[in-house]
C-alpha cells in the first residue's frame, strides 16, 4: 500500500491547518497515512557540522527526532506540507526539520528522498493573497531541488482563530487536492 506523510506545522493541536490535513486525509482512499506533528517532536536546527551519515550510519549526529523522521520520510511515496503560515514563511519547528534533510542533499549520501509527490495546505489569517507568495515559492524550489513532484498548493487565506477552517469552502478545496494520487495507491 501506497503510504503518505504529512509533515503538520503547527503547535496549535486541531488548528486550521490540520483541518485541512484531516480532509485530505479523509479523501485519500487506499493509501496508508501518517501524520507527523512536527511541531512537538524534539528537532533541533541543523549545526552545519558536516558530519552526516557519520554516526552509525545515520543521517545526523544529534540525538533528537529526526532521525526518526527521516525514516518516515524516506518511506513515503508522497509528503504533505499542512502549516500555517508564520512571517511568510514556515513555522521555526517545521523550517528546522526542513533544514535538517541537508543530509540527503550531500555527495556522500547513501540513502535518497528523491521521487516522491507532495503538496502544500497552508493557511494565514491575511486576506492579501500576494503576503503567501514568498512561503509557496519556498514550497516550490524545495520541492524541485529534493526532487520531488509538486502535486498540488493550497493556501487558505482569512483564517485566524482556531476553527475558523471549519465550514469554509477551503476543506472541499483540500478534499479536492487529494484526488490528484488517486490510481496511484497499490
Ligand atoms: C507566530 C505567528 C505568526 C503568524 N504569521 C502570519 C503571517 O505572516 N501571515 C498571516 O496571514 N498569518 C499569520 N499568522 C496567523 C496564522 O497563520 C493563522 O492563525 C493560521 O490560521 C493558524 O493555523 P493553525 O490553526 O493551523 O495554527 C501567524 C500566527 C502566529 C502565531
Do not use: H
Not at 545515520?58 to 509528503?79: F, G, S, T, W, Y
Amino acid at each position: 500500500m501506497k503510504q503518505l506523510l504529512v509533515l503538520e506545522g503547527s503547535p496549535r493541536r486541531g488548528g486550521n491547518s490540520a483541518a485541512l490535513a484531516g480532509a485530505f486525509c479523509a479523501a485519500l482512499k487506499g493509501w496508508q497515512v501518517e501524520r507527523a506533528a512536527v511541531c512537538t517532536m524534539k528537532i533541533r536546527g541543523c549545526a552545519a557540522c558536516e558530519q552526516c551519515w557519520t554516526r552509525e550510519g545515520k543521517p545526523c549526529v544529534q540525538r533528537d527526532d529526526m532521525n526518526d523522521l527521516c525514516l518516515k520520510i524516506e518511506a513515503a511515496d508522497a509528503v504533505v506540507f499542512a502549516t500555517p503560515m508564520y512571517y511568510f514563511g514556515f513555522p521555526a519547528q517545521l523550517k528546522a526539520a526542513i533544514d535538517r534533510l541537508y543530509p540527503y542533499c550531500k555527495g556522500n549520501c547513501p540513502r535518497s528522498i528523491r521521487g516522491k509527490r507532495c503538496f502544500l495546505l497552508t493557511c494565514g489569517a491575511t486576506s492579501e493573497r500576494e503576503e503567501f507568495d514568498a512561503l509557496l515559492e519556498n514550497y516550490r524550489i524545495l520541492a524541485r531541488y529534493v526532487g520531488w513532484e509538486d502535486m498540488g498548493i493550497l493556501a487558505a487565506d482569512s483564517l485566524y482563530e482556531k476553527g475558523a477552517a471549519e465550514g469554509t469552502p477551503w476543506l472541499a478545496q483540500a478534499a479536492a487536492l487529494a484526488d490528484r494520487l488517486a490510481g496511484g495507491a497499490s
